[in-house]
């Protein structure tokens, strides 16, 4: 990577002229007082493909991090998918463009002299095309001459770090660091922690509504810290653990049926091509409904997230967290158990009572059993997700992962295709007093059989995907590593 | 030419006769099409490079014009940016002069430049190449590629002469690629002053089927400054003769390309091109002696066309 070269002179020009001098001839351009904004998702998906966005002047620029031009054909807008591009810092800097031109007069490259205020002041090198050896001689030539010294990371780096961010962006990542031999409640701990910081982080943006997905990852922390919360029931304290649990399940359903509208709208252009042809503009009426129900969701979310109870909660929760690590045992049964042990024996037990639910389904079951079924399956996706994939064999948890996520997916599709059905068949009454109600409703007919048609073939896949979710093999395996450990 | 998104033009100065004026057309309508915030690339096909002298680049293609045509390595790697905004620069090598026998090579000789510019399409909004004169398998080549001749005519030949050149023209450009190639003829060097040329350009725009372009280009001490400049004149004398009827000649032929996507008056047919007398004077686009300089906001010249919005693009 090409960095720019430092400034550590206070006057670069001469200092330009200098380590270029017999090489190429310099000519001042025009200098400006800007004001610079770079973009990026709150997860830093631009930083992570390698590339810088910026406005300038009303000017928008992609580079990538060492300044050169994108691929072509990549976007912020792609690399972003659903994710809002934000301002992530803003520095204001005096900039000076000082030409190099060859021994023809032709400029081969622009150096713009830039001083953000309160950063390290660069030297960014602009190559003209074809004259891109120049510019690395340039470059050379300008750190040979110890005037410039060469820089760890681009200015977008120095300006979000100055402001207190990280280049990287948010991550809503796990990402703790446990050991098998760890006390069950000090995992425990680390784990809720992080997931406390993912809620945290995640709840503004959730509550302006800056990206469906500030909401979808607060959501997964709290369903995440309700995993923890029943499978690992014996090191909290019984007296407050079961009122929490509750509290949560509350949080958790509160912000249900905006997420639900949230992936129905995100969905609404790939539904509508589901209905014939024909009838995909009939649905408009539709996407009107959805709308407003959206908005009242989200303004009864709004509220909820901000009320004394959601407030309590958060510090109530906080509290019991801290108390984890401190001393005292006094009804917490499993707290001193070695947490590769506890979460062994609830992985074990969680699989097997999944292969039980999985046998009693036949195709005739209710919808229910599937959503039951697939509920204990997310449980135990995120027990392997917090507890065996740092604490266990990969070769034993991948697979296995692999195996419910197929098994998943299945069960998603079926109860999605089922919500999606229930929400048309409640969404016909306003719908059909709208403008173009009739045709909509015959067009959500339409949809509704198509909808229904594919939840059928998701419960036809389903026996495939379970067998090998609970094959022989599988439930060996699972024995051998989870149910020993647990012993 | 292949159709692509961009709806790439190539545009071809031509003329069999040297010292018309081709370069200078070919270098100031590019540079004013890079100015409206197309992105825009000249090929230098002169192994004379007199466009690649005027933009101050290195007359040299590393393989020279063969590897070129055998597309030994990528066209785009030759490019190189000229000094404005927008506007690259194949440049000419003086292995050009031998284009004609390595042309001959190839199967199908005309296809062949085409062929070598596919790949450059979707970079650029217009393609100028500077050809030079002659009649020959080049120029045959030129004709297959370029959507458009630009053909500059001094009004000051015999007119029977400029007559001949004109209609054989016409009826050439017929037989290039499917589609036909368009045929844009203008005057160059005019001098307004003297009876003759008034003479010339009068009776040869009564001629339909020649299709001379209303604006035309006065012989001007400016356009003779170029080599000095080395520049094109919108950079030096943006408000001069020749920089103004060079703008209202690029409108002119940008209508006529683009005719739906110009709000300015339909493009019309050739019959209806503005009265002899003051073709010069009566340019439309006098207000418009943008320079180059870049603007403030932008140091990063070179950043991708794809995110930058075409800030300072003036109206035409």
Redesign the interface.
């Known amino acids: 990577m090409t960095t720019d070269p430092l400034i550590s002179s206070d006057r670069p020009l001469e200092e330009v002229q200098a380590a270029l001098h017999g090489w190429f001839t310099i000519t001042v351009g025009a200098s400006a007082e800007v004001e610079r904004t770079f973009y990026d998702t709150f997860d830093g998906l631009l930083y992570h493909a390698g590339l810088t966005l910026s406005i300038q002047g009303g000017v928008r620029t992609l580079t990538t991090r060492d300044g050169s031009q994108p691929e072509s054909g990549v976007t912020a807008e792609r690399v972003a998918g659903v994710r809002a591009l934000l301002p992530i810092a803003k520095v204001r800097l005096a900039t000076q463009i000082l030409n190099v031109l060859d021994e023809r007069d032709k400029t081969v490259c622009r150096i713009v002299l830039e001083a953000p205020v309160g950063l390290r002041e660069r030297a960014r090198l602009v190559a003209l095309r074809g004259y891109e050896r120049e510019r690395d001689r340039i470059n050379e030539l300008l750190v040979e001459g110890r005037s410039f010294g060469t820089s760890d990371a681009p200015l977008v780096d120095d300006a979000v770090l100055a402001a207190g961010g990280n280049p990287a962006g948010t991550s809503s990542k796990l990402d703790v660091s446990i050991d098998s031999s760890d006390r069950a409640d000090t995992a425990a701990a680390s784990v809720l922690s992080r997931l406390i910081e993912i809620m945290d982080a995640n709840l503004p943006g959730t509550l302006a509504d800056t990206d469906t997905e500030f909401l979808h990852d607060y959501r997964v922390a709290i369903r995440r810290t309700r995993a923890v919360m029943r499978e690992l029931h014996g090191v909290f304290p019984a007296t407050q653990i079961d009122r929490l649990r509750g509290e949560f399940k509350w949080l958790q359903e509160v912000t249900g049926p905006t997420r639900d509208l949230d992936v129905y709208l995100l969905e609404f252009e790939r539904l509508r091509q589901v209905a014939p042809p024909g009838m995909r503009p009939d649905l408009d009426p539709l996407l009107a409904v959805l709308r407003s129900w959206h908005a009242t969701a989200r303004e009864q979310m709004e509220s909820d997230l901000a009320s004394e109870r959601a407030l309590a909660l958060r510090a109530d929760w906080g509290r019991l967290v801290t108390l984890l690590t401190g001393p005292g045992e006094d009804g917490r049964a499993d707290a001193a158990r070695p947490i590769g042990e506890a979460a062994g024996e609830r992985i074990w037990r969680l699989h097997r009572r999944m292969v039980k639910m999985g046998r009693a389904i036949t195709a005739d079951s209710d919808p229910e059993q599937y959503h039951e079924l697939r509920k204990k399956g997310k449980e135990l996706r995120y027990m392997l997700e917090l507890f065996a994939a740092p604490l266990y064999d990969p070769d034993v948890v991948k697979p296995l992962i692999r195996a419910l996520k197929g098994l998943q997916d299945v069960l998603g599709i079926h109860q999605d295709r089922d919500v999606q059905a229930a929400m048309l068949k409640r969404l016909g009454e306003q719908v059909a007093v709208q403008p173009g109600g009739t045709a909509a409703l015959m067009a959500m007919g339409a949809l509704l059989e198509r909808i229904q048609t594919e939840a059928k073939t998701a419960r036809s896949q389903f026996a495939a995907s379970f067998a090998e979710f609970a094959s022989d093999a599988q439930r060996e395996l699972v024995d051998e590593t989870f149910k020993r450990a647990a012993q | 030419m292949a159709k692509t998104k961009r709806d790439t033009k190539v545009l071809a100065t031509y003329n069999i006769k040297g010292g018309v004026g081709k370069t200078s057309a070919a270098v100031n309508l590019a540079y004013l099409a890079a100015r409206d915030g197309h992105s825009t690339l000249l090929w230098d096909l002169d192994p004379q490079a007199a466009s690649t002298y005027l933009?101050?680049?290195?007359p040299k293609v590393k393989g020279g014009g063969r590897g070129l045509l055998r597309k030994r390595s990528r066209t785009a790697d030759?490019?190189?940016?000229t000094?404005h905004e927008l506007l690259?620069l194949l440049p000419a090598d003086f292995s050009y002069r031998h284009l004609d026998l390595a042309l001959d090579q190839f199967k199908k000789p005309a296809a062949r430049l085409r062929k070598v510019l596919e790949p450059l399409l979707?970079d650029y909004d217009y393609i100028f190449l500077d050809c030079p004169p002659s009649i020959s398998l080049v120029s045959e080549s030129i004709f297959e590629a370029a959507d458009a001749l630009l053909v500059p005519v001094i009004p000051a030949t015999l007119s029977s002469r400029a007559y001949e050149q004109l209609d054989e023209l016409s009826r050439r450009g017929r037989v290039g690629k499917i589609g036909g190639t368009q045929i844009f003829s203008f005057f160059s060097m005019a001098e307004v002053l003297r009876p003759l040329h008034l003479q010339v350009m009068e009776r040869l725009r009564g001629i339909e089927h020649l299709k001379v372009l209303g604006a035309a280009i006065p012989v001007a001490d400016e356009v003779e400054m170029m080599g000095e400049e080395?520049n094109p004149v919108g950079v030096f004398a943006p408000t001069s003769a020749a920089a103004v009827s060079y703008e209202a000649l690029w409108a002119e032929i940008e209508g006529r390309l683009r005719p739906d996507s110009l709000p300015k008056p339909a493009a019309s047919p050739p019959v209806e091109t503005p009265a002899v007398e003051s073709p010069v004077v009566e340019s439309p686009v006098v207000e418009s002696p943008v320079a180059e300089?870049?603007?403030?906001?932008?140091?990063?010249?070179?950043?991708?066309p794809?995110?930058?919005?075409q800030?300072q693009t003036p109206t035409v």
């Open positions: 933009f101050r680049v290195r030759h490019i190189k940016a000094d690259d979707k080395r300089a870049p603007p403030v906001e932008t140091p990063p010249v070179e950043t991708p794809v995110e930058t919005p800030a």
